[in-house]
């Protein structure tokens, strides 16, 4: 089984900035992508920004040129760097990896989530 662990949510201003941290851990053999994705009041889970293995990243429209995903691969860790935070990113954020356990299966799993406020 694989643990996601998120951390670095809080209360911010509109304007500033937070960096949430994602650490997976387990019997992971290979993680082939890891995300980060957002469910705001009322509304359905979206994808934020996902980081595939050698690929490349994709954002969602509403948050480009403002948050950016990175991953520390041998720590097993995905990052999300959010600048220029506004009202509407106030939600709950997981964490979402996919990958391959030893034994040779796959699995997506996600963590808790961690909120994030961001006040007018």
């Known amino acids: 089984q694989v643990q996601l662990v998120e951390s670095g949510g809080g209360l911010v201003q509109s304007g500033g900035s937070l960096r949430l941290s994602c650490v997976a851990s387990g019997r992971i053999f290979s993680l082939n992508g890891m995300a980060w994705y957002r469910q705001g009041p009322g509304k359905q889970r979206e994808l934020v920004a996902d980081?595939?293995?050698?690929?490349?990243?994709n954002y969602a429209d509403s948050v480009k040129g403002r948050f950016t995903i990175s991953r520390d691969t041998a720590k097993n860790t995905v990052y999300l760097q959010m600048n220029s935070l506004k009202p509407e990113d106030t939600a709950v954020y997981y964490c979402?990896?996919?990958?391959?356990?030893?034994?040779?299966?796959?699995?997506?799993?996600w963590g808790q989530g961690t909120q994030v406020t961001v006040s007018s």
């Open positions: 979402s990896a996919r990958g391959t356990y030893f034994s040779g299966s796959h699995f997506t799993s």
């Open positions: 980081i595939p293995s050698g690929g490349s990243r």
